[in-house]
């Protein structure tokens, strides 16, 4: 019994000195990287940094395949963040376009849905068949609804600085 105890307590022993071994030499876990950059964007899944979502996109930010600087929605707070996480040059978010928010015409809205479906944000309300309307607060410019209405009812209207600075306050973007 007493060997078999201690044959045991060997082989962990042994194990333990290669895991440890083997921790030290192999390169870190890039996933993990990976979800700790991921949880440092804003989630608004808005596809403005040219990559279909935000796990794509810090993806691509670990690997060096994409800036850290292109986010609008989270702005220079979440590109100092990224550079301090990775080591990296604080760079300024490069702008896609000046803010906006998506309107809808009322008067020519179908209710298809397709907008509020495109929506990554939830920022459209409406019922199938009616009419449907922006919250602006939430909108974050992203222009994904505008695209896949089949009746051009839905136009981007640029944020002066005052409305800007109301919709940020507000939670959007």
Do not use: W
């Amino acid at each position: 019994m007493l060997i078999a105890v201690l044959t045991v307590a060997i082989i962990a022993l042994i194990a333990g000195i290669a895991l440890s071994f083997a921790a030290k030499r192999l390169p870190s876990d890039a996933g993990f990287l990976v979800e700790q950059v991921n949880e440092l964007l804003p989630q608004t899944q808005c596809a403005q940094c040219g990559y279909p979502g935000c796990r794509p996109y810090a993806a691509a930010v670990v690997d060096g395949t994409a800036a850290i600087n292109l986010c609008p929605p989270g702005g220079d707070e979440t590109a100092r963040r990224l550079a301090g996480l990775l080591g990296r040059e604080v760079l300024p978010v490069l702008e896609q376009s000046s803010p906006a928010v998506a309107v809808i015409d009322e008067a020519l809205c179908i209710g298809c849905v397709h907008c509020r479906n495109a929506c990554p944000v939830d920022a459209i309300i409406g019922a199938h068949h009616l009419m449907h309307t922006v919250i602006e607060s939430e909108c974050t410019g992203c222009e994904l609804c505008v695209a896949p209405c089949p009746v051009d009812c839905i136009s981007m209207k640029p944020l002066v600085p005052a409305e800007a600075c109301q919709v940020a306050a507000t939670g959007g973007q």
